[in-house]
């Protein structure tokens, strides 16, 4: 059963199979979090978005065309669950600061995270985190998730020139977060 694509699972539970929705779960659920994780900067509220990521793909599997990717759809809830959640938040709290800048000032927190890394690609990881949210998601669904740039782009509802442009300012504020803080010798 664990063979079967994304489709085949998904006719088995519009055919009344619910069960066979588990499969769907258990194969996203990981990149999923670890997405959401990073876009909430928080466990709690990242698990609280996964589930609901999931129940809405659920009751919408009816929606579902297969012209797309599974991945690509439920990633777009994934993304649009994790925007909601954050506007949300944004509503409870101060603003937070809103130039690049500002997120660059790592002061301490900075030195503390990069005394605790052990290794190279953990330390950039962290700092991909300090970018500013839509920076830090391209890098990671592209880098990480090996997101093609048309799903990227699907899945951010942005055209592909803006994908182009947004990966392309990711990658140069992520160098200039290093070179800033003198750390480019460290990571080669």
Partial sequence: MKNLSDLEIIESVKRGNEGDYSLIVDRYKNRAFSLLRRMLKNEMDAEEALQDSFLKAYNSLSSFRADAKFSTWFYRIVYNTALTMIASKKRQIEKEMTSIEDHFDLGAFDNKIYAETDNAKEYLLKMVDRLPIRYALVLILFY????????????????????KVLLHRSRNALRDLLLKHNYQEELR
């Fill in 144 to 163: 990480i998730d090996n997101m093609s740039l048309n799903e990227i782009s699907q899945v951010m509802d942005v055209s592909l020139v803006n994908v």
